[in-house]
């Protein structure tokens, strides 16, 4: 599937916004990598590009993360406000090119 330059930055927004949000975490905790990596069951490579923004992880990843770091999954995997911004911009063009179009 290819995604337009548009999606392309909100998908970046995401997986920016989600990995500092693991690294803010695991920071606070006084954790590292490698022992966040043991207790999710993951690997420290995977959690590094996580936190690097450069993959979005699957749901059974984010669930794993967020019980190792004692945290509610939807808190720790917030949608960013970059995104509901762009979520709110795509609709309202969407709504504007239905309204002016005709049947």
């Given at each position: 599937m290819q995604?337009?330059?548009d999606e392309e930055g909100l998908i970046q927004a995401v997986a920016e916004s989600w990995g500092q949000s693991?690294?803010?975490?695991?920071e606070k905790l006084?954790?590292?990598?490698?022992?966040l990596a043991q207790r999710a069951g993951t690997?420290?490579?995977?959690l590094s590009k996580l936190e690097n923004g450069s993959f979005l992880p699957s749901d059974l990843y984010k669930v794993r993360l967020a019980h190792a770091l004692g945290k509610d999954v939807s808190r720790l995997f917030a949608w960013p406000?970059?995104?509901r911004h762009h979520?709110?911009?795509?609709?309202?063009?969407a709504h504007k090119r239905s309204a002016t179009s005709t049947p």
């Open positions: 995604w337009s330059p693991v690294r803010r975490t695991r006084g954790l590292s990598q490698r022992d690997t420290q490579q995977s406000e970059a995104a979520t709110r911009r795509t609709t309202d063009q």
